[in-house]
């Protein structure tokens, strides 16, 4: 599984931004897929995932309420829609895939993807 990442750039505080991750796998819905986000001098750390069902989510406490993950079946994209965004959302942006959900969630998924930077101005 490969899975490319793009839709970072810059923003201004309060605005938003869309991540998209394309996969190439015929079925992404089998897997659950997330995103996960490095600033700089920090270590990597979890944003959000989608279980294969597409119904349940979860969250890290710091983006809840301003970002949404969402997947699109039939073009097997992933997106982060990030609202309300805040100089503190400013990393490298990963997203990721595993058929375990758990794993994912413990930031040891089977599949990353490379990086795209937000960067996000006061």
């Known amino acids: 599984v490969q899975l490319q990442a793009s839709g970072g750039g810059l923003a201004q505080a309060g605005g938003s931004l869309r991540l998209s991750c394309a996969a190439s796998?015929?079925?992404?819905?089998?897997?659950?897929t997330g995103w996960f986000r490095q600033a700089p001098g920090k270590e990597r750390e979890f944003v959000a995932a989608?279980?294969?069902?597409?119904?349940?989510?979860d969250y890290a406490d710091s983006v809840k309420g301003r970002f949404t993950i969402s997947r699109d079946n039939r073009e097997n994209t992933v997106f982060l829609q990030m609202n309300s965004v805040e100089p503190e959302d400013t990393a490298v942006y990963y997203c990721?895939?595993?058929?375990?959900?758990?794993?994912?969630?413990?930031?040891?998924?089977?599949?990353w993807g490379q990086g795209t930077q937000v960067t996000v101005s006061s």
């Open positions: 990721a895939a595993d058929f375990y959900m758990p794993d994912l969630l413990k930031g040891r998924p089977d599949y």
């Open positions: 989608l279980g294969w069902s597409g119904s349940s989510t």
């Open positions: 796998v015929r079925a992404l819905s089998s897997y659950a």
